[in-house]
Nanobody, 116 residues
């Protein structure tokens, strides 16, 4: 059974940083691309970043380029999202995602609030 557990969210001031983690189990993590999404109140869920199975290729939404970094540790079955220079508009629930055997799986999400 695929299981994704996000952690690391919280309250941070504008300009601050947070590092999110997503612990994965129930599938072969080392051959799966992984993604982070986010959903702000009243808005649709949007893609934040994707990383290839070996970590050699990454893609970001335009508004996150240069501020966010996705990475993974295949020895720990964990994917990370380092978020720097956070803005109030980054406030959202952040979700880990994997598409495994044609099915999309989601974690429960972790809340990130950027406010002074």
């Amino acid at each position: 059974q695929v299981h994704l557990v996000e952690s690391g969210g919280g309250l941070v001031q504008p300009g601050g940083s947070l590092r999110l983690s997503c612990a994965a189990s129930g599938f072969t993590f080392s051959i799966a691309a992984m993604s982070w999404y986010r959903q702000a109140p009243g808005k649709e869920r949007e893609l934040v970043a994707t990383i290839s199975s070996a970590g050699g290729s990454t893609n970001y939404a335009d508004s996150m380029k240069g501020r966010f970094t996705i990475s993974r540790d295949n020895t720990k079955n964990t994917v990370y999202l380092q978020m720097n220079s956070l803005k109030p508009e980054d406030t959202a629930v952040y979700y880990c995602n994997v598409r495994w055997r044609y099915i999309a799986y989601w974690g429960q999400g972790t809340q990130v609030t950027v406010s002074s």
